[in-house]
């Protein structure tokens, strides 16, 4: 990740400015330093396109994280309706090796914050809070902070759709698009399918900046998927 030459602290690229900026040191920083390279175990989670395939069955719901090739980079699962534990994706169905998890932080599921931890470090990658007012009367918004806890942007789904999908008969199988905003800046477009016995999100990543960790993202579509499979 890039680093800040006075604190030495994470950076974060605001695309709007063409500036790094430091939450620590509260400025930005001119001159663009050179993003170290994600750790090569890390690396498939600052590549550009993702897809989650969801399967519904009786007891559990189970979820594969693809990339762009179809390849299987994490799987989870999680029985229905139950969103008080914390969700853990692994490597594979073997469910052996953890890659990270999502620990939801209030007891409300309408108004819970959740945070996005890296199981093998236990460092907190970001959070993510589901905006309940807006969600449940105009369209379905997400608000994404940073491991400091900082609000940087928002997943939020288009306005017409959103309303089309609450308000019209058989409106909950109309396609979803959203749009994750950056500091105010579209730097990632969101497709959902949704389906009778199985969804898949769509997640293209072309101009989010690349030391961000898409795990955060990820972990806001799983949840996504989760309470708008309850809906149903």
Known sequence: MSVCPTCKGQLTWVKKYGKWYCYQCKKYIQAKPTPQQPPSSAAIWFQNAYSIRKKVLTVWNKYWIEDR????????????FRLKEDIRIYT??????????????????????????DSQTNT?????????????????EWE?????????????????RGLARKYVPG?????????????????????QRFKIIGDIWDLNCMSVPPDFDRRVLLACLLIMGMIERGRK
């Open 124 to 140: 907190t990658l970001g959070f993510i809070k589901r905006k309940a007012l807006a969600s449940m009367f105009v369209r379905d």
């Open 69 to 80: 090739r179809g390849r299987t980079l994490g799987f989870a699962k999680q029985k229905m």
């Open 92 to 117: 594979d169905e073997k469910m052996k090796q953890e890659l990270f998890r999502i620990k939801q932080q209030q007891i409300l599921d309408v108004w819970a914050t959740f945070a996005v931890i």
């Open 171 to 191: 409106g909950a199988l109309i396609p979803e698009k959203m749009t994750f905003k950056l500091h105010g800046v579209p730097v990632a477009a969101i497709d």
């Open 144 to 160: 994404v902070y940073n491991a400091h806890d900082q609000l940087i942007g928002g997943i939020y789904e288009e306005k017409g």
